[in-house]
């Protein structure tokens, strides 16, 4: 039931497939729309690579790879390269992903319309129109009364032309890696029991106006670690008195850049 | 064969043995002792003795069993004993920040002064069930974690336990001490506090009266309320900024002595959040605050509790109202399980009078609408551009 939503999420890029989500061993709102995607593709030879904000130290993913070790019994690493098969909460890794791997992202929202129409009866008829003037109003009147476009994470897509579509919560830093991207992305969004995916190639445009284009963010600093400047840069507040320090948030990265051997 | 729905003392009596009898169970099966269900279903000795307002593990966990379970039941149990009880002072607002800490976190950012402390909680377990719980004890030698040295679990907060860590935390820790970007939070300030079981709440409410009310309020009812605004009906996207569990003193300033004294400890849940808000263009663009407190372990609620407070604020910060968590009087109005349950179960008592006089006045509609059917059409549906023809004689 779940690879046929796949597979039709997969022909149809960017629509949300209904599917009837179970109750996994996580809470919903948890990851229980990646689990069930990663569990329904995983097969006997997979590497799974579990991360959470981009770390894979987290308690959250540390839980769900522990999962799959013991349910599944497949083999998990935490370097990006070495993995078959991606879960992710929030972010995408830093290092390009290839045509060997599929990333399965754990979606809260996979609505985009949400943020302004409640009602998915209304919803899905702008889906069904193409009619996605109204996002772009939204867009419009950020821009016009806070001098920018207040969505800083889950900042919509357009994919392959046709539908409006939540990247689920990643900074919208890691957009661009959407956009032609060599491996396969599968949403997962349980507790609303919708999976949309993304193709291998497909195109992926952030919404814009021609005069006001998208941007992502840019950090001052670097990382206090390894010195990386062209990541997602997780802030460590030091002391009440506002003294911080910045480190990269895709972990396995980092320990890359740092020429750390970390554990398969 | 007439019945009736009287109830006869017999009747009502016989009914309360049957209900016994349901508490009692199989007799063969050896009763609960109230001190097991304080030690072993401690998360609803705290459910109850939060919403019932009344910190009294023991007389909780009685409710809960005289209750058989029925959580909304003991609460009521515990707030009707709560009301007879003499109203001898109002101890010092709580001291969070010097919260002997069992569990924090935050969820702001990975690294926060002070650490995050994981502490017992559900959240990595995975949901299957463990069947070595069938049999009578956990496997596990957990003796090197003994609370307080007297194998006391939760239900006694007399003592710092050894595996609680006395952190020094500030009340305002992370990302809520940075005053650039999150509101200041509101002073004590020196007016009096409301007492929601005194003196009834009145519309539009203060923020004193809805945290009370919040707190009293049942879990499931706001959790929903909650879920609701942060799923559209009422943007609201939160961030825990700090979620504290742990013990904290009471200290009541006792007029004869006319000096604080420690009185004992509460444990305690607080959460607070922090939501981006763009506001009308008054202020600059801001976290502003949600604020839960809970007795005992409850995490849900006290998050719940914050994310309400925080949508109950949106008049205030020129948000539109237009959602139901975002209401005062609705979701003031019916947040309490007591009353809601009262209401609602109400239904069960006779009705047989205003039945009765509903019934005789429907039997009448039903003939008048017959017989409006009865005549051509034409005639009973007035033309549009005819006014009404009102006939009194008739």
Known sequence: ?264 | MITSIKGGEAAIAASHRLLAKRRRGNPAVADIGVNQIREQLSLAVDRVMSEGSLYDPALAALAIKQAEGDLTEAIYLLRAFRTTLARFGYAEPIDTAAMVVRRRIATTHKDVPGGQLLGPTYDYTHRILDVALLGEAGSDDLSDLVDGGDGTNEGDSSDPAPDAVALALTRDCGVLARADLVEEPRSDGEEKVADITRDPVVFPSRRDERLQALARGDEGFLMGLCYSSMRGYGRNHPFVAELRYGDAAVVLTIPELDIPVGIGTLRVTECQTVHLTTGDGSLPPRYTRGYGLVFGHGERKALSMAIVDRSLRSAELGERVAYPAQDDEFVLSHSDSVAASGLVQHLKLPHYVDFQAEMQMLDQMRAEHAARREKPSSETIPELDRTPEVDCAD
């Open chain 1, 1 to 264: 039931m779940i690879r046929r939503a796949i597979l039709k999420a997969v022909a149809v890029p960017g629509y949300q497939v209904p599917f009837g989500s179970r109750e996994m061993p996580l809470p919903p709102g948890w990851g229980t729309g990646g689990l069930q995607v990663t569990a329904s593709i995983l097969g006997r030879d997979d590497r799974l690579k579990v991360i959470d904000q981009g770390a894979d130290d987290t308690t959250n993913a540390v839980s769900i790879r522990d999962f799959f070790a013991k349910v599944a019994d497949v083999t998990t690493t935490e370097r990006t390269a070495e993995a078959t098969i991606i879960q992710t909460r929030h972010r995408i890794p830093e290092r390009a992903l290839t045509e060997d791997q599929i990333i399965v992202f754990q979606v809260p929202q996979p609505e985009p319309l949400r943020r302004f129409i409640p009602e998915e009866t209304v919803a899905r008829k702008i889906h069904a129109f193409a009619r996605y003037g109204i996002m772009y109003v939204r867009l419009y009147e950020d821009i016009s009364q806070l001098g920018q476009v207040a969505m800083s994470s889950d900042y919509p897509v357009i994919v392959n032309g046709r539908y409006l579509a939540s990247p689920s919560p990643i900074p919208k830093f890691d957009n661009p890696k959407l956009h032609r991207s060599r491996a396969l992305a599968i949403f997962g969004a349980g507790r609303e029991r919708r999976i949309h995916a993304i193709p291998p190639f497909t195109d992926v445009k952030s919404l814009d106006f021609a005069d006001y284009p998208f941007t992502v963010q840019r950090f001052e600093a670097c990382c206090s670690l390894c010195g990386a400047q062209d990541s997602y840069l997780d802030e460590i507040l030091l002391d009440d008195r506002g003294r911080r320090a910045f480190v990269c948030s895709d972990t396995a990265y980092c320990a890359e850049r740092r020429g750390e051997r970390t554990e398969a």
